[in-house]
Structure formats: structure tokens, C-alpha cells
């Protein structure tokens, strides 16, 4: 099975870490940034191959996410978005 990217903003990485775990006991693979993103790959490149290479995109919306007038998770968004149009 392929994995779930998980987008998010930092401010949750508490909450995330709680989705994380809960996923991967029940057996779901999940590509989350920290722990996936190797020293010295480019952001863009590995994020954008991530969700190419996905089954599924989660966006855990919140109200930290939402007070950032910018953030990665918005760029991701993007990205995920651009993959669902082709």
C-alpha cells in the first residue's frame, strides 16, 4: 500500500504526532516532513514527490493553520492540487 502525506503547520506537531502513531498502528504507511526529509534535499523536490508517489492527502486544518497568512502547508496544498488536475 502506499502512504498518506500528512500536511501540516508546526504549531500541531503535538496533535500530528497523536495521528501519526494512530495511523501506523492500524497498519497505514504515512510520509510526514520530519522524518522523511533527508539533510540536504531540496523541500520542494522531495514534498512534491511525496504526494506524486501517495495514495492519500491529509491536511489537518486548525486554528494555528489558520492564523498563517503563509506556511509550507499552504505550498503543499498547492502542490496536491496541481497532482489532482493531471
Request: charged fraction near 25%; include cysteine.
Amino acid at each position: 500500500m502506499s502512504h498518506v502525506f500528512i500536511s501540516y503547520v508546526r504549531e500541531n506537531t503535538e496533535q500530528i504526532q497523536n495521528l501519526q502513531n494512530a495511523l501506523e498502528a492500524a497498519g497505514v504507511e504515512v510520509w510526514i516532513d520530519r522524518e522523511q526529509i533527508k539533510p540536504g534535499t531540496r523541500w520542494q523536490t522531495a514534498i512534491r514527490e511525496a504526494i506524486a508517489n501517495g495514495a492519500f492527502f491529509l491536511a489537518c486544518f486548525s486554528r494555528e493553520s489558520s492564523l498563517r497568512s503563509k506556511s509550507h502547508m499552504n505550498e503543499e496544498i498547492t502542490l496536491a492540487i496541481e497532482e489532482l488536475r493531471k
